[in-house]
């Protein structure tokens, strides 16, 4: 009897939800809990950390989980990490669901780092007015780059005091972001610069269209590295995994659809 762990947070997941949902396939949804009201899903929902791989190990064995979809965000690092070693533990087939990463076009002005530390390096010497897409985990990297403005997007409003950093402005959203919304945000706020995750897909793409229009740099900061596993980008391949076992087009692969 199939029972699919889907690891969400991202739009991908909440696609997958939908086609699982549809064809009556026996799933459980799972949030961390990082945000206080995260969009209802169609598929049964836990919410917050499994503790660790060993704890995932204990939820798929308690929970006859017999697929695990990694749908998380690609900066979901130590999520992925987990499932890899899960997975491995129990021998459940894992799959990753994960769209590719942005490339920079010739009008695009990027500034590529490897992680959130450089990102804060990357900024100029003279002040600027820099828009920080990268939510609110990783604001602790610039509290030493002072002297810039910041703008920020969170999901959540912060608790008083709570940032990390002090000349900053609040916007709150959830996206998807159009980039006509993202290029007014980036003029009201007289904005100069972006920081940005490169988590690809077409959710949060806007930013990045917005600021080619406005030519403005981009310190885009690169993915962290996760261990090898099967993925696709696309919601029916994995939908097809799981009936088949293999992707479509692998050897072996069914012809017929699922
Ligand atoms: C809790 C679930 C959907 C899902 C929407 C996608 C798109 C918007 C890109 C910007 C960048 C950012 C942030 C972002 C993206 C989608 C997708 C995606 C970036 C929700 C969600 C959860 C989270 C967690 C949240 C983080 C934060 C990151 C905001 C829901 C909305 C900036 C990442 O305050 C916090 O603690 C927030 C934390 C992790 C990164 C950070 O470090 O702050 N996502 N985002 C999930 C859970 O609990 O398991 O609330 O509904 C999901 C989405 N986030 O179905 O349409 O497909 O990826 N989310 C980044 O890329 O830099 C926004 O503003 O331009
Ligand atoms: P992370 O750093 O990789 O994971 C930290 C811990 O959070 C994990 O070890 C796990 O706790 C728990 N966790 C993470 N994702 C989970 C999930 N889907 N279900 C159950 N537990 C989960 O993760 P993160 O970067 O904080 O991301 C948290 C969530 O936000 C994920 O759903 C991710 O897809 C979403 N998201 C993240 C980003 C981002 O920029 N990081 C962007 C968009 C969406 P235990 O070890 O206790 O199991």
Not at 157 to 175: F, H
Not at 194 to 206: F, I, M, P, Q, S
Request: glycine share 10%.
């Amino acid at each position: 009897m199939t029972h699919v762990l889907l690891l969400g947070g991202t739009s991908g997941a909440s696609h997958l939800a939908q086609a699982l949902h549809q064809a009556k396939v026996p799933a459980v949804f799972s949030y961390a809990g990082a945000t206080q009201a995260p969009l209802a899903q169609p598929l049964p929902t836990r919410c917050g950390g499994f503790g660790g791989a060993d704890g995932l190990v204990q939820f798929i064995r308690g929970q006859g989980i017999t697929h695990v979809v990694d749908a998380t965000h690609p900066f979901a690092a130590q999520m992925s990490r987990n499932a890899c070693a899960a997975c491995e533990a129990t021998g459940t087939p894992l799959l990753a669901l994960e769209r590719a990463p942005w490339q920079a076009e010739a009008a695009d002005r990027w500034i590529d780092v490897t992680d959130m530390d450089a990102a804060a390096q990357a900024l100029p010497e003279e002040p600027a007015r820099v828009f920080l897409a990268i939510g609110r985990k990783q604001l602790a990297a610039f509290a030493n780059q002072a002297r810039h403005h910041y703008l920020l997007r969170l999901v959540d409003a912060p608790q008083p005091g709570s940032l990390p950093l002090t000349d900053t402005t609040v916007v709150l959203g959830r996206g998807p972001f159009s980039a006509e919304n993202d290029q007014a945000l980036l003029q009201a706020h007289g904005i100069t610069w972006l920081v940005a995750k490169n988590a690809g897909g077409e959710a949060t793409r806007g930013k990045l269209l917005a600021a080619r229009a406005l030519g403005l740099p981009v310190v885009m900061v690169q993915r962290p590295p996760l261990p090898p596993r099967p993925r696709t980008e696309e919601v029916d391949a994995a939908l097809h995994w799981i009936a088949h076992g293999v992707l479509p087009g692998a050897p072996g692969a069914a012809a017929s659809s699922p």
